[in-house]
Every structure is written in structure tokens, then in C-alpha cells.
DNA sequence: TTCATTTTGTAACATATGTTACAGTCTAGT
DNA sequence: ACTAGACTGTAACATATGTTACAAAATGAA
């Protein structure tokens, strides 16, 4: 299961077994909802996940959240931050359903940087898209209004799904996945929907006018 | 003066010197205002700074920028986006001053890392260090009202300073700093005068109200 | 089916911030 | 000392988003 992280690209199961043989590790689980690791605690472990699925958020003192990502087995979570003189997490991780966490201590990982050459890459690699990852985000959190940020989402949905779009979040996912409250966002979808721009009904998202979402991107 | 950059920490100048005596490099010149790197350009040297300075912005097509951060010697720039399935530029890096640039190409840097152990460590350091600054960039400008991220910039202006604070930065450039607007900008400081938490004249702003400049970090 | 719960639609209103504009002030160079 | 250019203070107004509230609709469990 592990071989199949990122992480261990280029590394087959039984080259992992004798990487690992004499490495200490733990697996842990968590139920639907359980916090695996609060915002500003020590990092002391890499993560990855066996089971389930986890998400990361940025919540303020007030209570605001805003979702940054899912994570889902089997990739790994807190790689960008186990290093560098704060390691502490920037964000809650939270469990969206039961789920399973194999545990790699800082210093068998250090030893395993040491030890296998493609894994260091792979490291490497992961935590430069991390920092590309961040940069994203910022630019979406900041460059967009809400309906700039729903053109966006949408455009990528339709990429993948074909003609009609079926939105798997509820409108209050998406609300703070964009970092805005849900109300707004249903008033930015209406808009979308009143501007002619898309045929919005309950969960179903037709786009009309692709053009005029485009310009929403690159207009405010 | 390169031993002196982070990234060195640990290296002599005379094992620098070994290390990369057989990597080829550039030396670049920038004027002030020059611009280094486009946002979306690939990413293919590690770049130290040498002379000057240099700031990393972030742009939309509208104009609008916010600045990330300014870079000066002896810190590398670019140094988590060279790797990754994506190493393009998330920001514009343009020329503060007259700056001087070292340039490391990619397949140099991949032999320094095998070559030398502290480098190796010290970049791993370095990107896990910007994965974080990132996320705090991604808090601070999410969750945080205009008046908020005065409150936190003051703040920590003035555990470095003593008492009085000089703004050794244009209304204009904080503004930028908080992708926000200037006047925006001003009005927030008025307000913070007129509530009685700063005294602000010009550039030199006097804490007043310690305990009230915190609560607004807690408070939206 | 029926009922409880979640999700959605929507409205009125409050607030924060952007936009534009202009005048006052400071500062550096001549 | 004078002037051009930058910086600051501020105001009126426009707009986006948040807040609160409630009803309609959808969903899921009994």
C-alpha cells in the first residue's frame, strides 16, 4: 500500500520492505471528524494516508475556517512541514471519515532520505509542489471575487466532466473552500444564472456562455 | 559572499570553492525596476542575490499586484520552485535597486545537492521554510481585516523597535503588502488613531492601546 | 409514507473595502 | 528659496460581501 505514495515512486514494494525493515513506525486511526493534528502543533511525523480521507483547514480565533484541501490514500500529508526551524502545522487536520494514518518519525525519514535516492527525490519534488500548490492559492483567495472564484471552480469541473456539470460539494463546502459565507456564495451563483452565463438548477450546472466566464477570470 | 548565504550555512568558502569549481554559473546585472522573472516562466536556475534587492509580486491581468516579499543578499531567491512537475515562477520578481544575481543553473544545483551534505540539509530547510511562510502569507491575507493586519504589522514592528514606531514604508507600499487599496489603507489607520489605539502622526506611529491593537487580531 | 435534518433560495440590512478625486504636505533637486 | 514630484489626508460614492433570518425544497431514516 505504501509503495503506491508518491513518495515512493520508482521504489517497488520489497525495495521499500528492506528500506523500512529496521525503521520504527506506528499506524494510527482516527474517526470521522477527530482532529489528527491541530494548527501550530510540532510536526514530528510524516503522514500518509492508508484509509479514508482527511482534509486541511485555516481557521481563525472567531471560528472562521477555510478548507485547503482534501487528502486522499494514498498521498502523504505534512511533507513541506516536518522541516525547517518551525515545523509546526499551519492548519487543523481533521478526519472526514474514519480513517487510517501510517506514522513515520522525523528521524527514520531522515535516515530514509539518506538511504534511498529516489525517495529523496520524490521528497524533493513534492515540497517544490507544495510551494507552487500555497502560491496557487493565495492567487485564488486574492485575485478573485466570488464570482471570479466560481468561474474557475467551473471551468475546471467541466474540463474533467462532460457538458452538464453535477457539483459533488454542497454550496457550503464550496462557501469555505472559497473562503466566503454560504449565502454569498448562492447569491454569486444566481448571478452567474441571471447573467446568462450558466444554467444553475439545485446540484446540475449547464455552461452557457464559456466565454463570458472566461472573462470573469481575468476581468476583476 | 555566497558562502554567506543560507543555503552555504555550514560550508567554508574554501570548500565552497571546491564544490563548485568545475559547475558552470552566470553572474547577472539588473537595473532598478528590471524585471527578473515573469510570473509563469519556467523556473530554471536557483538564483542568489549578490547586490540590491528584489521583490516577488504577485499580478493579475487587471494590474492589481500585492507584494509577497523583498529579497536581498545573501538570500536565494526561486528556491522552491525549481524542482517540482511544475517549476515556473508564481510571482513577477522585479529589481528593487541596481542588483546583482548569482545563477545556478538546475542540473548544477542537482549535482551540488549530491555533493554536499549541509547543502542538502540546508535546502530542505529553506523550501519546508517557505512551504511555511506561504501559509502564514495565506492566513495573514485571508483572515484578517484591513485594520487586523495593521494591528499584527505594528505589532511586530514595534517588538523590534523601541517605543515610537518610524514607518520606513509608504502608505502606498503597505498597501500593496496587504493587497489592499491606499486609501483603504489610510482610512484603517485613521481609524485606529481616532479609536484611540495608535497615535499616529505622519510616519511615526506611538502604541497606545497594546491590549486593544490584539483583541482586533482575535476579534474578525 | 412521514418526519427530522440538511440543504438551498432568498431577502433586508450592515459593513468593509474599492474608486475617484482633489487639496494639503513633504522632500529632493536646482 | 523654489519648484516638481511624490506622499498623505480625506471625502463622496459605488460595490462586494457578510449577517441574520426564514421559508421552501431535498434527502434520509424510521
Same mark, same amino acid.
Given at each position: 500500500? #505504501? $509503495?503506491?505514495?508518491? #513518495?515512493?515512486?520508482?521504489? @517497488? $514494494? ?12 506506528? %499506524? ?24 479514508? *480521507? ?7 480565533? *472567531?471560528?472562521?475556517?477555510i478548507k485547503?484541501?482534501? /487528502? ?17 502545522? +499551519?492548519? &487543523? =487536520? /481533521? ?9 513515520? +518519525?522525523?528521524?527514520?525519514?531522515? %535516515? ?7 525517495? #529523496?527525490? &520524490?521528497?524533493?519534488? =513534492?515540497? *517544490? ?16 471575487? %466570488? ?7 467551473? #471551468?475546471?469541473?467541466? *474540463?474533467?466532466?462532460?457538458?452538464? /456539470?453535477?457539483? @459533488?460539494?454542497?454550496?457550503?463546502e464550496l462557501?469555505t473552500l472559497f473562503?466566503?459565507?454560504? +449565502? $454569498? ?12 452565463? %450558466? ?5 446540475? /450546472?449547464? =455552461? ?13
Amino acid at each position: 500500500m #505504501l $509503495s503506491k505514495c508518491p #513518495l515512493f515512486n520508482g521504489v @517497488t $514494494s520489497s525495495e521499500l520492505d528492506v528500506l523500512m525493515k529496521d525503521l520504527p513506525f506506528q %499506524i494510527k486511526k482516527y474517526a470521522k471528524g477527530q482532529m489528527l493534528a491541530q494548527s501550530g502543533e510540532e510536526c514530528r511525523s510524516l503522514m500518509i494516508m492508508l484509509k479514508g *480521507s482527511v482534509r486541511g483547514e485555516m481557521m481563525d480565533v *472567531s471560528g472562521k475556517a477555510i478548507k485547503i484541501e482534501d /487528502i486522499e490514500p494514498p498521498k502523504p500529508l505534512a511533507v513541506a512541514f516536518i522541516f525547517g526551524q518551525n515545523n509546526r502545522f +499551519p492548519v &487543523n =487536520i /481533521i478526519a472526514n471519515d474514519d480513517s487510517e494514518v501510517f506514522l513515520l +518519525p522525523k528521524e527514520s525519514m531522515l %535516515i530514509l532520505l539518506q538511504r534511498s535516492a529516489p525517495f #529523496l527525490k &520524490n521528497f524533493m519534488n =513534492i515540497i *517544490s509542489s507544495r510551494a507552487q500548490f500555497l502560491s496557487d492559492k493565495i492567487r485564488f483567495l486574492n485575485f478573485q471575487t %466570488i464570482k471570479g472564484k466560481l468561474a474557475h471552480y467551473l #471551468l475546471q469541473l467541466e *474540463s474533467s466532466q462532460q457538458g452538464e /456539470i453535477i457539483l @459533488t460539494k454542497s454550496q457550503e463546502e464550496l462557501a469555505t473552500l472559497f473562503g466566503v459565507t454560504r +449565502p $454569498s456564495l448562492g447569491r454569486a451563483l444566481r448571478d452567474l444564472h441571471n447573467d446568462g452565463l %450558466i444554467e444553475a438548477k439545485a446540484k446540475s /450546472i449547464l =455552461i452557457i456562455d464559456r466565454q463570458g466566464l472566461m472573462a470573469l477570470l481575468r476581468k476583476d
